[in-house]
C-alpha cells in the first residue's frame, strides 16, 4: 500500500468519525423518522446543486493535476517574490514561534476538520432540505472558482513555507502527510486564498439554516483555518485578503441573484 493510499485509509475512517459526530450534533432528531421517500423528493431537487459541487471539485482535480504543472511552465515565474517584496516576512515569522500543540491543533482544522465541513454542509443542505443555504453554496463555489481559476494558472504565487525553503508544518504534525495533500492541491495555488475564500462561504451558507449549533461551529471553523493559513505559513497575507475580498464579492452576488429568483 502506498502512502497515499494509507493516508486516504486514515482520512477516510476519520471522516467516519466526523460523520458519526455530525449526525450526533449537528442533524435534527426528526431526520431519523423521515420517510425514505422524503429524502428521494429531496434528492431530486437539490441534484442540480450537487451536480455543480461536485463538477467544481473534479475541476479543480484536474486542474492541480494535469493543467496546472503546464501552465506554470508556460509563465515561467513564481510571483511569490513580488508578495515578499510587498508584505515582508511577517508570515514567515510565525514559522519561529510554532508550538507543537498549535501546530497539531491548526494542521488539523486545516487538513481534516475543514475538508469535512465542505462535503458536510451539501449533506445537511439536501437532508433537511434547506434550498437556499444549498444554493448559496453550490452558485458561490462555482462563482469563486471560476474568478480564482485564472490567477491559479497565470498569476503563481508558492507558499511561504515552500518559497522560504522551511519544513512544513503539515509534515510535522502529520508525517508523510504531504504526498496526499498535494494530489487536491498545489504549492502554488495560493493567490487567493481557497481555503479562506470557501471556508467563509460555507459559514455564510449554513448561517442561513435555524442550526445554531452548526452556525456557531462553521464559524469557529472559518476563523481557525483563516488564522491556520498564516500560523502555520502557508499563505501570505495578500491571499488571505484576497480571500475575504472574493467571499464578500461573491455574498455581494449572490444576495442579488438570490433576492430576484
Not at 444549498?134 to 508558492?158: E, N, R
Not at 512544513?168 to 495560493?190: D, G, K
Request: charged share 10%; aromatic share 20%.
Amino acid at each position: 500500500m502506498t502512502t497515499i493510499d494509507q493516508w486516504i485509509l486514515v482520512f477516510g475512517v476519520i471522516n467516519l468519525v466526523l460523520f458519526c459526530i455530525g449526525l450526533l450534533f449537528f442533524m435534527p432528531k426528526k431526520i431519523y423518522t423521515t420517510k425514505i421517500a422524503v429524502f428521494y423528493h429531496n434528492f431530486k431537487s437539490h441534484l442540480p446543486y450537487l451536480l455543480i459541487i461536485g463538477g467544481v471539485v473534479a475541476v479543480h482535480l484536474i486542474e492541480v493535476n494535469i493543467i496546472d504543472a503546464y501552465a506554470t511552465n508556460w509563465i515561467g515565474m513564481d510571483f511569490a517574490a513580488i508578495f515578499q517584496t510587498i508584505e515582508g516576512d511577517l508570515v514567515f515569522w510565525f514559522s519561529h514561534t510554532w508550538m507543537p500543540g498549535l501546530v497539531v491543533f491548526f494542521v488539523i482544522m486545516y487538513i481534516v476538520v475543514y475538508p469535512f465541513t465542505l462535503w458536510f454542509s451539501p449533506l445537511y443542505f439536501f437532508v433537511t432540505d434547506e434550498k437556499k443555504a444549498m444554493k448559496t453554496l453550490a452558485y458561490g463555489l462555482l462563482i469563486i472558482y471560476v474568478i480564482a481559476l485564472p490567477f491559479y494558472l497565470f498569476l503563481p504565487v508558492t507558499n511561504v513555507y515552500t518559497f522560504h525553503k522551511i519544513d512544513s508544518a503539515l509534515t510535522m504534525a502529520l508525517p508523510t502527510v504531504e504526498n496526499f495533500f498535494y494530489a487536491t492541491t498545489t504549492c502554488n495555488n495560493c493567490f487567493p486564498s481557497l481555503h479562506v475564500a470557501v471556508t467563509l462561504l460555507i459559514a455564510r451558507s449554513v448561517s442561513l439554516t435555524n442550526n445554531k449549533k452548526y452556525t456557531y461551529f462553521s464559524y469557529f471553523c472559518a476563523i481557525a483555518v483563516i488564522i491556520s493559513v498564516i500560523y502555520l505559513a502557508i499563505h501570505w497575507i495578500l491571499d488571505v485578503i484576497g480571500g475575504i475580498i472574493l467571499a464578500f464579492t461573491v455574498f455581494f452576488i449572490l444576495n442579488h441573484y438570490l433576492k430576484e429568483e
